[in-house]
């Protein structure tokens, strides 16, 4: 069994060391490779995943996660198939995520473990997609649109522009259900540059849909 803090937390710990005003504290997640849910059980922790295997340290209370891969089964966010075993490596499940910045890990003696490129983007200030993978989930138009109100001197690559315009214009991005949309749109309203995000929602042509939806979107904005 090994363990890697992973995502957001690696993400934002390396900004600050790069002089990046960004508030330290927040969540931490946890990746655990080569183990199994009954090995989880036996160390004390506590099963919370519905779809995938996700417990509770039994000190800490914070989330750990079985790395997995995960296969695109419909269209939407949730037509996902996960797969989780003792031989799905670090690099598999950081593969899934949504941007290079996002896909590094950390492991107990500080080493970083970046197969994606994240550190190089992040010293170029760029967000960028990990794979073609990002276009199976809508949510992730939404995710990169809030990072750049977020992280507001970083700029979408073009690839990835690209390729969330084409997943509007091909109408994954129809599969959005409002909740989901208020919950990222909201939290980027609520960041130092909103405009940003508007700026990269409308590039892409997914604000202007937001726009004419029903939806929480349409009475706030």
């Known amino acids: 069994m090994q363990i890697y803090t992973v995502g957001g937390y690696v993400r934002d710990m390396l900004l600050?060391?790069?002089?990046?005003?960004?508030?330290?504290g927040g969540d931490r997640d946890w990746v655990v490779v080569g183990s199994t849910p009954e090995e989880m059980l036996e160390k004390g922790f506590t099963p919370v995943g519905a779809d995938f295997p996700v417990f509770l340290h039994?000190?800490?209370h914070e989330e750990y996660a079985l790395a997995r891969t995960e296969r695109k089964t419909a269209r939407g966010y949730h037509?996902?198939?996960?797969?989780?075993?003792?031989?799905?490596?670090?690099e598999e499940d950081l593969k899934r995520r949504d941007?290079?910045?996002?896909?590094?890990?950390m492991d107990d003696s500080g080493r970083i473990v970046d197969p994606y490129g994240g550190m190089e983007d992040l010293r170029n200030h760029v967000l960028r997609?990990?794979?073609?993978a990002f276009s199976?989930?809508?949510v992730r138009i939404l995710r990169v649109a809030r990072f750049s109100a977020k992280l507001c001197d970083f700029r979408i690559a073009e690839e990835t522009m690209a390729l969330m315009t084409l997943m509007v214009e091909?109408?994954?991005?129809?599969?959005?259900?409002?909740?989901?949309?208020?919950?990222e749109v909201s939290r980027g309203?609520?960041?130092?540059?909103?405009?940003?995000?508007i700026d990269a929602l409308s590039r892409c042509g997914l604000w202007t849909k937001l726009r004419h939806a029903r939806s929480p979107l349409q009475s706030r904005v």
């Open 129 to 132: 997609h990990v794979s073609e």
């Open 189 to 197: 309203f609520a960041s130092r540059h909103p405009l940003n995000m």
């Open 58 to 60: 039994p000190k800490t």
């Open 136 to 138: 199976e989930d809508p």
């Open 79 to 90: 037509g996902f198939v996960f797969h989780t075993d003792p031989g799905v490596t670090l």
């Open 170 to 183: 091909n109408g994954e991005a129809d599969a959005l259900v409002p909740e989901r949309i208020w919950a």
């Open 16 to 24: 600050r060391q790069a002089g990046h005003d960004v508030p330290a």
């Open 99 to 105: 941007l290079t910045i996002n896909a590094m890990a």
